[in-house]
């Protein structure tokens, strides 16, 4: 890599360095929005007992629901895994240990890594089994819980355009946890629909600034639909 | 009669005011939008990061980049932004979603709220409901009166581990639609053709019954 081009040219590339036992951040809403390349080669790698930070965990044969299969995911956090069966087979038989935190909390919780503040208070879970364990205080008559701030070895995030500087625009709401976990990776790596040269995308619309960025990957996107709805054809 | 899911929309929809940014929960929550009265603009926050967010799209305009909090295609209505996870939960933590609707298994009569785990069943997660319980000061919940054993589902104090502690002050039932303050349950109207004294045989918590209680009018 030269300078502040930031573009790798293999999958390979793009997540050498990643071991057994790392923590990974992988963006997305359910199957929207999800880094679909780097989630294959994490797969093809074989790479284990990964502590994944991730909103869900995908469906059985799609998302992080494939590094479920291959049971190379040790430790989960994610806010809701409704909707994959390996997944609720690996919880109840134990060899799977999840962590569920609240949506909010989770995507404040990876925001505060990025920037630097190391926990927070807030009253999400407050009397709740979520707060248990955790300090909390009162502060102007409302009871708070300290969360503690979330980093990874590595954040593996999807983004809609870039430039080889690592500048991102994300589109619609495949942004998601996406421009949060950009921030919070020892390395970033980032998997784009459109990569473009430094200076076409305007400066007043890139949402997450190439600071943040250690590598750039052209992708290629399934874009699988989790829950195809659609309205009745007008006659 | 009891209320049916549509009747609950409706009545929620009763509470709709011009200009609110609202928060429709999964199930019959999401029906609200149906509801929107005529000559009344609100506008759907949708918790993965959709502030406007529209009806289902048409085979042809579907957009996989384009989905709500309950993972279904949806359309954004002219005047929608889209925002990351972490601004979509500042805006409902820092309380400036107007109206949030979502569901229960249990209110009780210190207004907390249990809503997304049993214990010996599955747990599949609180998603965002615990910061939407957590922030948002104008909480309407729906949910059935009593489950279908005729157990209460109102009562002095939850048993199912709680989503909010102390955070509900409204709940409309298929039954009843009450206010919760000082302690209690204060009933403000029943359902139409429901008596009183059978919403008072299904609630368990501590229940305060004005001597005219008017029946909801659709």
Not at chain 2, 84 to 91: H, P, T, V
Not at chain 2, 150 to 170: A, D
């Amino acid at each position: 890599m030269a300078g502040l081009n930031k573009l790798v040219n293999s999958y390979e590339a793009a997540l050498d360095g990643l071991e057994d036992n790392m923590t990974i951040m992988v963006g997305g809403f359910g199957l929207c929005g999800i880094p679909e390349g780097l989630i294959a080669q994490m797969v093809k790698m074989g790479t284990r007992g990964l502590t994944a930070i991730s909103n869900n965990a995908g469906v059985d044969d799609f998302g992080l629901g494939l590094l479920l299969k291959s049971r190379q995911i040790s430790t989960m956090i994610a806010s809701y895994v409704g909707e994959n069966a390996t997944f609720e087979q690996q919880m109840l038989s134990g060899e799977l240990n999840v962590i569920l935190t609240p949506q909010g909390t989770l995507a404040e919780k990876i925001r505060a890594g990025g920037a630097g503040i190391p926990a927070f208070f807030t009253a999400t879970g407050y009397g709740t089994p979520v707060a248990e364990d955790k300090e909390t205080r009162e502060i102007d008559g409302r009871h708070y819980v300290l969360e503690p701030a979330l980093k990874a070895d590595f954040a593996l995030v999807r983004a809609w355009k870039a430039d080889t500087m690592g500048n991102l625009v994300f589109r619609k709401t495949a942004a998601n946890f996406n421009p949060m976990m950009a921030t919070a990776g020892k390395i970033t790596v980032v998997e784009a629909e459109h990569i473009v040269e430094p200076g076409e995308l305007d400066p007043d619309h890139i949402h997450t600034p190439g600071i943040y960025v250690d590598r750039l990957i052209q992708g290629t996107f399934e874009k699988r639909i989790e829950q195809r709805t659609v309205k009745a054809a007008t006659k | 009669m009891a209320l049916s899911r549509e009747q609950l929309a409706q009545r929620v929809s009763q509470e709709l005011q011009d200009g609110f940014y609202v928060n429709l929960g999964i199930g019959i929550p999401t029906l609200v939008a149906n509801y929107i009265p005529e000559g009344i603009e609100v506008m759907l926050q949708s918790e993965n990061g959709l502030l406007g967010m529209g009806e289902f799209p048409t085979e042809e305009t579907i957009d996989a980049d384009l989905i709500n909090a309950g993972k279904q295609t949806v359309t954004a209505v002219p005047g929608a932004s889209f925002f990351s996870s972490a601004e979509s939960f500042a805006m409902i933590r820092g309380g400036h979603v107007d109206l949030t609707v979502l569901g229960a298994f249990e209110v009780d009569v210190n207004g907390s709220i249990a809503s997304w785990m049993i214990p010996g069943k599955l747990v599949k997660g609180m998603g965002g409901a615990m910061d939407l319980v957590a922030g948002a000061d104008n909480i309407i919940v729906t949910m059935m009166h009593a489950d279908k054993y005729g157990n209460s589902k109102l009562l002095p104090k939850c048993e199912l581990p709680l989503t909010g502690y102390g955070c509900i002050k409204r709940v409309l039932t298929d039954l009843a639609f009450v206010e919760i303050k000082d302690g209690a349950f204060h009933l403000l109207e029943r359902a139409p053709g429901v008596s009183v004294e059978e919403i008072i045989e299904k609630t368990a918590g501590k229940l305060i019954v004005p001597e005219h209680v008017p029946e909801m009018v659709f």
